[in-house]
């Protein structure tokens, strides 16, 4: 018994001594992970943390122990493991205290896999919920990088900001600060970028980057001083760092831009001879090529061009040395070379656009030294090279032009035409121009029926009307009536025969008028002294066909008019339409018909209306008295008219109505005025309206696309442009001559990307005036093809290329390229660089040129004006300054185009200032004195916003409608979506905020958008639709959105009746507040207070009077949010 009980006892010892040493055993696991991990063992704690959470799940050190794990696998880069694991971790521990720094984990981990968007959910969430993370610093550290790889500059720059807000650590401050050098390196913005700078030490970069980024930035800045200072320090101490060849470059650039050519070559050499290989040794070469290109040492620029052709294949400046040794080539005659190089730059292009360009500069070339079958082999290369490619046809037809118009191989011309007679661009000018290629074989059957299966084919084409006039014209003039001739000829022989009396002459005249020869016909006939109907043809006919001199048949007319007018009458008109089938009429055919016929046909009053018109002889319009017989409908149309090229567009406008509602058989041209009108005084919607009526007459039709295409422009809708113009180009060649249809269309393909048609079309315009030699050189700089471009602006007589020049870099707003390139003593170009100093805010240099030379500036002084009161108006908010000089364009240069600009200015100032009413005169009298002014649509906003603030939202959406006609603005249609919200027409407000908030824009404007968007869904009770897009609006907003998004999704439950959800929603501002600067302060009071209201509804006092209480803490004794707050806490505690 007493055995048993001490056996008994043994084992109980024994039991809770092995009880003591599991847990013994199990500390010591959990220490011993610790130890190892502070000792940073990682991969031995992984295995030890492992078994002590498989071991005790449900220990409360379960969750640390875990959480350690989790750290010991990113430091041990193991990211798929913290993938795998983390989730559980979350779902298990979802109320543990490391969740934050888990989160992180698991980002970076998405981050290091490459699943990037993972990763950036990920931190945005940790950015919102969970800034106690001990990573926090290095979860926004992480995003920024995310915004950085993804382009996403705005909340980069933002998030980068935001880091510097949380007051990290030294280190983490120094890498901040870095990453804002070079972001705002990057974006020019380089008083940003050294302030950055400023903020870091030499010793916290690379060796010699510290130095390097302040030379760069200050040569940015074009301070050369101090950037050579730099420099040269550089150069002395880091002479073995990566940045040592970078400064020789840099300072020989700046003894380069300083004239000091010997020292910059002396630099430029040093690379070279350092190693001819390394990264600025192609910079080097090309930059003493350039010097010895600008000192006319040809021969050493040439041998220094050939060398970088050979050692430099890959360099990105391949592009600038072919081209330089082309144009040193062509400018020496020396043809051989040029094709040499020409082959030489085709061999190294591997993008087709470029192959294109430069494979078309060259067949130029070819062509300018009469190698057409050069020129053909050439092309003939590229088709069977790139048979696939979109421009076969184009190339096709360009080789049977070189056939047919230069070496005269018709057969050839018409084989090669022949195998793009289905293309949709080339096929109606291809057989088009076969049918000429037959004319010129005399295979004159061939040709019509050429012509016929042009017509038949492409019956839309602006060649049918050629057609239609080659067939008239052949059959007419040329192709022989032989069966009627043979028959004439056998009666002659058969009344020769039977010994009639017959007057043998006039019976050869017969046959010979049928057989076409009008020059033997018109002998015969005069031989037999016979003047019918054929005879006046005979003569007539024959001087058409002979290109005899125009007086020759007025003569005629004058000595015969007395005995058949009337047959003369007729047979004029033969005359006129044959000189406009042969491009040869003129006005002063159409005034010998009205001053030699006593009455004149309605028909060609009105085709010389037309012919004036389409020849842009529009004085000749004002100054056409018409014969008494014009028609009433045609007489209202001439009058119209001239209404419309007196500028007197209303008048025109109602003479062409009129014409409307009498049935004009001209009524397209009358749709295509009122159009023209609509377009001139900014009506755009209406001037589209007119535009479609326009559907039969083809050439008007091709004005009506131009028209089109101007309208799609103006509304910034490109695509439709180049589309409208694209076609009209296909139809009618001469529009690559017009400068102005030729400036919409490349700036619409450079805005929709089309840099193959901008190759294309540079090649095919004209060289007709200067401007257009000024435009196509511009944008051959535009396009890369530099040396190009400035040859066709160098050799421009006059300013004309000069103004090109200067309109693209400003419009680039390269102020410091004009300041470079207009240096010359000369009133333009001094009134160049007075506005790019303003531009600059230099105002200093800006007023010492102005004072110096403005005696010489007369042309331009209403332009300078502008641009001073430009510079006090938006620079240094002088309003009385500013004014000054608008009052003196206003009051001196009334007659000039800047007047309307300078109102435009007056306008705003008044509104700036809030005087409300003379910013409304103002607007006004731009609209009644300068209808066609530039700035009608922003006037028209500006009204719109004037009418707003006044609380006339009628008017007000009247103005930003007619602005938004014209301009297709962004800004101006969230006004009226603003207007109707005013209105309470929601309906309208919603579509067009969901329009604007569908397009992918990153912008403040998208933002505001989404939000009103929002607030209509409240403003019609769609509460849930609200909420759903207030929280998708919470993930992508920036920050300083934040508090209004989440107060507004609070409210939204508050509307619910759902109090706690809202009470909870309201509380999270206080969150985004903290996070945010003091600018948003009133939201998070205004949420307080309505936790507070809602905590009074629900009867919970005490929680209520806590919020109001903690309101007197965060304001000021004298605001009134905190007598507000105090008055509800003595309401509340009555009860």
Known sequence: ??????????????????????????????????????????????????????????????????????????????????????????????????????????????????????????????????????????????LTKINKNNDNLQNYEQNLKYLLNLSPGKD??????????????????????????????????????????????????????????????????????????????????????????????????????????????????????????????????????????????????????????????????????????YNNYLEYIDSEEKYITILLDKVEFLNSNNLYKKSINSLIDFVQSHGKSKLVPYITYEIGLLYGEKLKDYDRAITTLTQILNDKDYGDKAYYKIGIYYEKQDRIQKAISTYKKLLSKYNF???????????????????????????????????????????????????????????????????????NKNYFKSY??????????????????????????????????????????????????????????????????????????????????????????????????????????????????????????????NSENVYFYLAKISYITQNLDQSKEYVVKIKNDLDLKIKASILLSKIYYQKNMYEDAVFNIYNVLQRKNKYYSDYEVMSIYLDALKKTNQSNLIRITLNKMGNDNEKLKALKGVNYIEIGNTQKGEALLKNISGTEGKTKLYEYYKKNKMWDEIIEYFNKNEPYDVSRLIISYLKKENIKRASGLYNTYSRNLNQYEAEILYYFGEYYYKSQKDFDKAQNYFKKIISKYDNTSWVDEALYMMGNIYNSKNELDKAESTYQRILNEYPTTNVVSKIQLSLGEIYYKKGNFKKSIEYFKNSYSNSSDLNTYYNIGLTYKKLNQFDKAERIFKNISEKDLNSELYYNAYINYAYVLIDQNKLDKAIETLETLLDIAPLKYNLEIQFHIGDCYFKKRKYKKAIREYLKVKYYYNQENKSNFQWLITSLFKAGKTYEIMNEFEKAINLYEHITDITGKNTTYYKTAVNRIQQLSNY
């Open 1 to 142: 018994m007493i055995m048993q009980k001490a056996i008994k006892i043994l084992s109980i010892i024994l039991l809770l001594l092995f009880t003591s040493f599991s847990l013994l055993a199990e500390m010591d696991s959990f220490n011993y992970a610790e130890k190892l991990y502070n000792d940073e063992f990682y991969d031995l704690a992984v295995e030890e943390y492992k078994n002590f959470i498989d071991n005790n799940p449900q220990d409360e050190r379960a969750d640390k122990a875990y959480y350690k794990l989790l750290h010991s696998y990113l430091k041990l880069e193991n990211y798929k493991k913290i993938i795998y694991n983390s989730t559980k971790f979350l779902q298990q521990y979802n109320e543990s205290g490391y969740r934050g720094d888990v989160l992180y984990f698991l980002a970076k981990s998405y981050y290091e896999e490459g699943l990037l968007d993972k990763s950036e959910k990920m931190l945005k969430r940790i950015k919102k919920y969970n800034k106690d993370s001990n990573f926090y610093v290095d979860s926004i550290y992480l």
């Open 461 to 531: 084409s602006s060649f049918t009307s050629k057609a239609k006039n080659r067939i008239k014209y052949l059959e007419k003039y040329i192709l022989t009536d032989t069966s009627d001739a043979i028959k004439k000829f056998n009666n002659l022989i058969n009344e020769i025969k039977e010994h009639k009396e017959i007057n043998i002459d006039k019976k050869r005249a017969d046959i010979f008028f049928y057989l076409k020869d009008f020059e033997q016909a018109f002998k015969y006939y005069s031989n037999a002294d016979v003047k």
């Open 540 to 665: 007539i006919y024959k001087n058409l066909k002979s290109n005899s001199s125009k007086s020759a048949i007025h003569e005629f007319i004058n000595k015969n008019i007395g005995t058949g007018e009337s047959t003369l009458n007729e047979l004029y008109k033969d005359v006129l339409i044959f000189y406009k089938i042969t491009n040869n009429i003129e006005p002063a055919d159409f005034k010998f018909y009205f001053d030699t016929f006593k009455t004149s046909d309605n028909e060609v009053i009105l085709s010389y209306i037309d012919y004036l018109i389409s020849n842009n002889y529009y004085g000749e319009i004002l100054k056409f008295n018409p014969p008494k017989e014009i028609s009433q409908s045609n007489k209202t149309y001439l009058s119209a008219l001239k209404f419309y090229y007196n500028e007197n567009y209303g008048e025109a406008k109602s003479k062409f109505k009129k014409l409307l509602n009498e049935n004009f058989s």
């Open 172 to 341: 983490f401050l120094k890498k901040i600060y870095k990453e804002l050098v070079y972001l705002y390196y990057k974006k020019n913005k380089y008083n940003e970028s050294i302030s950055y700078l400023n903020q870091l030490k030499e010793e916290d970069l690379e060796n010699g980057e510290w130095l390097w980024l302040k030379s760069d930035i200050y040569f940015q800045m074009s301070d050369y001083n101090k950037s050579l200072n730099n420099l040269n320090t550089l150069i002395n101490r880091y002479s073995d760092t990566k940045y040592y060849l970078y400064a020789l470059k840099r300072r020989g650039d700046i003894y380069f831009i300083r004239k000091n050519y010997n020292l910059a070559l002396k630099n430029y050499q040093i690379i070279l001879d350092k190693n001819p290989n390394n990264k600025y040794a192609d910079d080097a070469l090309k930059s003493m090529i350039d010097i010895h290109d600008q000192l006319n040492n040809n021969n050493k620029a040439v041998e220094n061009m050939k060398y970088f052709i050979k050692a430099y294949p890959n360099s990105k400046h391949m592009d600038y040395i072919l081209n330089l040794i082309i144009k040193h080539y062509k400018d020496i005659d020396d043809v051989e070379n040029t094709i040499k190089y």
